[in-house]
């Protein structure tokens, strides 16, 4: 557990999910913001942050994530971030409506880098052929970078992401 009462987070996640009958590989980019307190009886921290998600179809989503983190060691922590997405761009005919749902479970190391899982439940404005059940169930894994790293790895993969969509254009 830090030696700090509270303390800022600062993250940029990259995750992947398995290719689909009719999509390739869903990916997300996801910035946080946020802060957390220590609570030193429990070994527990409790906090929550603002995300941003860009994913493969182009759409930004946002919304409010509580968080939990159990303190195993000083420099490992468990974590846990149901989410609620509260609105975003609408990704041409698969449009979600809100609120929907995007939460993750991380197993952090040295608040540097975290080896996370998260899940999506996006409803969408209209089923088709493709989606039938008119929601996006996805999971993804990926990695997630903390403080300095998170602070620096974000702007750089969203200036990334800009030219990488220019260059497909």
Request: aromatic fraction near 14%; include cysteine; proline fraction near 7%.
């Amino acid at each position: 557990m830090p030696e700090c009462q509270g303390f800022l987070l600062t993250e940029f996640a990259a995750a992947i999910a398995r290719p689909s009958d009719y999509r390739r590989p869903p990916v997300n980019a996801i910035w946080e913001l946020g802060y957390m307190h220590n609570l030193e009886e429990a070994q527990l921290a409790f906090g929550g942050t603002l995300f941003f998600v860009y994913d493969d179809k182009e759409r930004i989503l946002f919304g409010f994530k509580p968080r939990l983190r159990r303190w195993l060691t000083p420099w490992l922590s468990a974590e846990v971030g149901p989410g609620i997405v509260l609105g975003g761009g609408n990704g041409g005919s698969f449009a979600p409506s809100y609120p929907a749902f995007s939460g993750h479970a991380a197993l952090n190391f040295g608040d540097v880098v975290s080896v996370s899982a998260q899940l999506e439940v996006l409803p969408l404005t209209e089923m088709s052929n493709v989606n039938p059940q008119g929601r996006e169930v996805t999971g993804y894994i990926g990695l997630r970078f903390g403080s300095y790293a998170g602070m620096v790895a974000g702007p750089l993969a969203g200036a990334f992401l800009v030219w990488a969509n220019g260059v497909s254009d």
